[in-house]
């Protein structure tokens, strides 16, 4: 009687693993999403705030107010977090891998 073709005697079941991406599990995937989101919400805000200084008619007003340092620093920070809260989802993921 012949060895069934498809499954190898010689190798142990052990050496038959999945990938590392579907051992990952989901809450540092969501990690990695939030932090990805921190890190895009953080630019836009960044961005805005930027171009609604631009204009002659609000660069007087809106660079003089708080305004202007408020949504720099917002974004700068939602920036900057996102990307430490990305960084620890990718260890971690790294880490648990399985």
């Known amino acids: 009687m012949s060895p069934d073709p498809?499954?190898?005697?010689?190798?142990?079941?052990?050496?038959?693993?999945?990938?590392?991406?579907?051992?990952?599990?989901?809450?540092?995937?969501?990690?990695?999403?939030?932090g990805a989101l921190l890190v895009v919400l953080g630019a836009g805000i960044a961005?805005?705030?930027v171009c609604l200084?631009?204009?002659e008619d609000l660069k007087r007003?809106?660079?003089?107010?708080?305004?202007?340092?408020?949504?720099?620093i917002a974004g700068i920070s939602l920036g900057i977090s996102?990307?430490?809260?990305?960084?620890?989802?990718k260890f971690l993921a790294w880490?648990?891998?399985g």
């Open 6 to 34: 498809q499954f190898n005697e010689w190798r142990p079941e052990r050496e038959h693993r999945t990938v590392l991406t579907e051992q990952t599990a989901k809450r540092y995937k969501l990690m990695q999403a939030v």
């Open 47 to 49: 961005f805005l705030t």
């Open 53 to 55: 200084n631009t204009t």
């Open 61 to 72: 007003v809106y660079t003089e107010g708080v305004w202007y340092r408020v949504g720099l």
């Open 82 to 89: 996102g990307t430490v809260y990305f960084a620890v989802g």
């Open 95 to 97: 880490w648990h891998h």
